[in-house]
């Protein structure tokens, strides 16, 4: 079992680097919780408290990010290894900025976020990941403003879809009223609803009411269009 802990352990950016010796020690003095969670369970919510990591080890989970007016959200999701947003367990605003339910039963391990910082004041290598964890999300995050702006609409709600989502790459859905996209994306309804129905014709989104669905966010994308890194 501890040979598996650690194995998992490894995968995830935070230990990667850390030596068997260390990582043993750190299994026998750091206080870790385990916790197995059955499919369609709310993790952890949005404007929740982030007071402890948690680290999704296998599993799916579904990731909802709500727009601070409520007009407009996104569904998208992750598999483990994984860690739920570590740059928000620090900072001005501690709490969690999205929801994270399971799609299946998932495996996490989690820790208190006074274990955090015994590891970072204890292993240089844990801090220096944790570190450049944070650093890159906040460097990806200024460099995105200075981006490339399309000359299309479609481009203009492509490049917007980038800037809201977590991974560049998978299923989306974004739960949306045509008019509320078209100010999002400052164009007209009819303008933005020709581009949506271009996009469909493309085999790219799929239509629905109330909402699209983008099947593969990398076709989406397809190299023509700036788009933040942030895998």
Same mark, same amino acid.
């Given at each position: 079992?501890?040979?598996?802990?650690?194995?998992?352990?490894?995968?995830?950016?935070?230990?990667?680097?850390?030596?068997?010796?260390?990582?043993?020690?750190?299994?026998?003095?750091?206080?870790?919780?385990?916790?197995?969670?059955?499919?369609?369970? &709310?993790?952890?919510?949005?404007? !929740?408290?982030?007071?402890?990591?948690?680290?999704?080890?296998?599993?799916?989970?579904?990731? !909802?990010?709500?727009?601070?007016?409520?007009?407009?959200?996104?569904?998208?999701?992750?598999?483990?290894?994984?860690?739920? =947003?570590?740059?928000?367990?620090?900072?001005?605003?501690?709490?969690?900025?999205?929801?994270?339910?399971?799609?299946?039963?998932?495996?996490? +391990?989690?820790?208190?976020?006074? !274990?955090?910082?015994?590891?970072?004041?204890?292993?240089?290598?844990?801090?220096?990941?944790?570190?450049?964890?944070?650093?890159?999300?906040?460097?990806?995050?200024?460099?995105?403003?200075?981006?490339?702006?399309?000359?299309?609409?479609?481009?203009?709600?492509?490049?917007?879809?980038?800037?809201? +989502?977590?991974?560049?790459?998978?299923?989306? +859905?974004?739960?949306?009223?045509?008019?509320?996209?078209? =100010?999002? +994306?400052?164009?007209?309804?009819?303008?933005?609803?020709?581009?949506?129905?271009?996009?469909?014709?493309?085999?790219?989104?799929?239509?629905?009411?109330?909402?699209?669905?983008?099947? &593969?966010?990398?076709?989406?994308?397809?190299?023509?269009?700036?788009?933040?890194?942030?895998?």
């Amino acid at each position: 079992m501890e040979l598996q802990i650690y194995n998992k352990l490894l995968e995830l950016p935070l230990f990667q680097g850390l030596s068997r010796v260390d990582m043993t020690e750190i299994l026998a003095r750091t206080k870790f919780g385990f916790e197995k969670i059955e499919a369609d369970k &709310e993790v952890v919510c949005a404007g !929740e408290e982030c007071h402890r990591l948690y680290f999704l080890l296998n599993g799916t989970l579904e990731i !909802e990010n709500i727009s601070d007016d409520h007009n407009y959200r996104i569904i998208e999701s992750t598999t483990g290894p994984e860690v739920l =947003q570590p740059e928000r367990i620090f900072g001005l605003r501690q709490r969690y900025t999205k929801t994270y339910r399971t799609r299946e039963d998932c495996n996490f +391990v989690w820790l208190m976020k006074s !274990e955090v910082l015994k590891l970072m004041a204890n292993y240089e290598i844990f801090r220096l990941n944790l570190l450049n964890i944070i650093s890159t999300y906040g460097q990806r995050s200024a460099d995105w403003v200075w981006k490339h702006s399309p000359q299309d609409v479609k481009g203009h709600i492509i490049r917007w879809i980038a800037g809201h +989502v977590c991974d560049p790459t998978g299923e989306k +859905v974004i739960y949306i009223k045509m008019r509320q996209l078209a =100010q999002e +994306v400052n164009d007209s309804r009819l303008d933005v609803s020709k581009a949506l129905n271009e996009m469909e014709s493309e085999g790219l989104i799929k239509l629905l009411r109330g909402r699209f669905v983008i099947p &593969e966010m990398k076709m989406l994308i397809n190299g023509k269009h700036a788009v933040p890194n942030k895998s």
